[in-house]
């Protein structure tokens, strides 16, 4: 599977983005979805995941609240709808693929297939 990021950009603190992650080459349908993010300097972090049939959806504590994560097997494509975004949400944004939600999860933020990041960069 090959994944591309887009839709980062600068946006003012409080205000929103949307994500998307198109899949190639297969179909993603099967596949457990989510974005990570790497702030300069540090490492890359889990931020949303959503399971291969859409039912279950997971957040990281700092995004839960502001950010939705969502997916269109139709399309291939997979968003993360991002609210009253906060400087400290800039970051380089990754979309990865996976047979589950848990390795993702992982501290090790585990995943079989990964995109591009797309940056996104709140200004406050």
């Known amino acids: ?18 994500l998307s992650c198109a899949a190639s080459g297969r179909t993603v349908r099967g596949y457990a979805m989510g974005w990570f993010r790497q702030a300069l300097g540090k490492e890359r972090v889990f931020v949303a995941a959503i399971d291969s049939r859409g039912d279950r959806t997971y957040y990281a ?53 990964w995109g591009q990041g797309t940056l996104v960069t709140v200004s406050s």
């Open 1 to 18: 599977v090959q994944l591309q990021a887009s839709g980062g950009g600068l946006v003012q603190a409080g205000g929103s983005l949307r």
């Open 61 to 113: 504590n700092s995004v839960k609240g502001r950010f939705a994560i969502s997916r269109d097997d139709v399309k291939n494509t997979m968003y993360l709808q991002m609210n009253n975004l906060k400087a400290e949400d800039t970051a380089l944004y990754y979309c990865a693929a996976d047979t589950s939600t848990y390795r993702m999860r992982l501290p090790t933020a585990f995943a079989d297939f």
